[in-house]
């Protein structure tokens, strides 16, 4: 720890509540403490702030249909379209000038998008996927690395009413495959490659071995060409388009934004669950559009003015939400950065922020560990007095994080959001309201005025304020999924069997539960501890066990596999497989890689196990359940819990003794 660190943990360490700067709160878009009051005398009407954000084609009926719970309807008969929402509107009041996307490639390269220019290659890609065959509601898969091409095509599909399926462009061949498969998807965008702290990497060669995987026909791929030189040198197929080729083609050409339905989705994304399949995650147009319009101006306090920068990665929830669908609702200036942090140096980040004066910027607690071990040198050599606002997402942030985030990015002049939420709720769900709330370093926060969050135990009862019990929502919220696509039975098992009475049609004996631990304090501040599933979520992301283990049971000589989540500096959690061989095979490096590069080519490079640990058994219940606790114990170095109900109790020590060496 460097001399400033000390000063810094003894003036900050002892205090655990801090108010929002006077100037901040004067500026605040939600500013009134009366909100919270406000919201819940006036529900669900009160949601029709968040519907006013929006340009609506015809107005809606009702605000909320909870007829079928919990299949919910939210300003139900309403027509609007999203792209229009986010640009043609701006444009249209006189804004065209001002800067959608500000680009910034990992060598520096630079591209800049007005609104106008966003309207011209929106409406000239609309008019490329309509020509290609797609039409409304084919489900168009985007396999992209971070490429302005990616909110071009998102925003497209949009325009035509066609939803996108964003696969992360780090996740492999395989997640590229089973995602198109589930989906039926027929059409894919991609890009050549991309670049990697230096590297170019080469995405048309993993792009192809996932249309390999395809079990349906794929109509058309499109390729965006981002490495030019540095290409591969791969050939295009008949059915494979070079994207500035298509673009030309259709210079100038306009599409008219296809009037959706409020409820119609807008895009699917496929997150990790308990099973290994992953949940393909539906949203719809005005729900998820004026819930990530409403949180961007409230939480994120965008204002047009704004430069605004979401360091996420557009294949995440995150990116939907906070780098494309809510600031460009808000018509503001959105910041798009391709690379690492690292690159070429450690005040990359610092570099941006200070070059675009970026008034507002969002990140995940995994980084800022990383830049908190790098030290505040790096930070210390720009000048990033334009921050105003600063926030996280992801995973829990620990005090000591947000307060070195706080001294060295925001000069103890920004508020903080700690900002829960998940794939499935659209958007923001718990934290402060900057310009209302004091913020509670380690706490996210008070639910958002409107929302019904409660800690229960597992009868669903309340538990006291202090004591660690399970998240949910009892009420719903226009930003919630509607469903998994093409299966509500398990949308009904995942979310909602656990807490409510599933035989009843009364919206009130239905409880959503998000699978999170939390406890909850006095004042009404939620701490949330993490996932109660079988879910790890490493940097952020989430990852389910169920579909690691089954990438390592696939590689040859592996009897069986168990794989939790173990505690990391950096990475928030971390991967511990554990692999019993088959006979004749031995537990060596070489198997020990070939394990590895089976959870990379299965999943990719975010799922590596950080230690692969090789033993005769697992520890199992006499009913032959693993006992993932005990692994998790053992990988976190902790106190073991009781034994007394396994099989096998000799193995926990020996397991326990391999990982000590
Ligand atoms: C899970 C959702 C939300 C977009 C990024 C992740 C965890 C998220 C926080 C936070 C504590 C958090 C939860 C949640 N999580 N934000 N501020 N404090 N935990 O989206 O992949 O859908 O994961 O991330 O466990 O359930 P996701």
Known sequence: MSGDDVELEARLEDRDVFEPPAEFVEQANAGDPEIYEEF???????????????????????????????????????KLNAAYNCIDRHVEAGEKNRVAIKWEGEHGDTRTYTYQDLYREVNEFAATLRDLGVEEDDVVTLYMPMVPELPIAMLACARIGAPHSVVFAGFSADALAT?????????????????????????LEKTNEGLDGVDHGVEATVVVDRLGDDDFGHDLTASQHDWDELMAEHRGERVDPVSRDAEDMLFLMYT?????????????????????????????DLKREDTYWCSADIGWITGHSYIVYGPLALGTTTVMYEGTPDFPDRDR??????????????????????????????????????????????????PRAWKWYYKHIGNESTPIVDTWWQTETGGHMITTLPGVKDMKPGSAGPPLPGLDVRIVDTNGDEVEPGRAGYLTVNKPWPGMLRTLYQNDERFIDEYWAEYSDTDSDDPDDWVYFPEDGAKIDEDGYITVLGRVDDVINVSGHRLGTMEIESAIVGVEGVAEAAVVGGDHDIKGEAVYAYVITEDGYEGDEEMRQRIVDGVEDAIGPIARPEDVIFTPELPKTRSGKIMRRL????????????????????????????VQR
């Not at 308990?274 to 101006?297: D, E, F, I």
């Not at 692994?631 to 391999?658: H, M, Y």
């Open 40 to 78: 819940e005398e006036n529900w669900p009407e009160c949601w029709e702030n968040a519907a006013d954000l929006l340009d609506w084609d015809s107005g809606y009926d009702e605000v909320l249909d909870d007829s079928n719970p919990p299949f919910y309807e939210w300003f139900t008969d309403g």
């Open 179 to 203: 995602r198109m498969n589930a989906a039926d998807s027929e059409f894919l965008v991609t890009a050549n490659g991309y670049y990697r702290r230096g590297d170019a990497l080469d995405h």
């Open 272 to 300: 990790s669950g308990t099973t290994g399949q992953p949940k393909g995650v539906k949203h719809t147009t005005a729900g998820y559009l004026s819930w990530s319009a409403w949180t961007s101006q409230n939480v994120l």
């Open 349 to 398: 980040l610092w570099e941006i922020v200070e070059k675009y004066s970026v008034d507002v910027f969002y990140t995940a607690p995994t980084a800022i560990r990383s830049f908190m071990k790098w030290g505040e040198r790096f930070p210390n050599e720009h000048d990033l007095s334009s921050l105003r606002l600063l926030g996280t997402v992801g995973e829990p942030i620990n």
């Open 631 to 658: 692994l998790e114990d053992i990988a976190n170095e902790a106190e073991l819990g009781d034994t007394s109900t396994l099989r096998n109790p000799e193995i926990v020590e020996e397991i326990r003794q391999k």
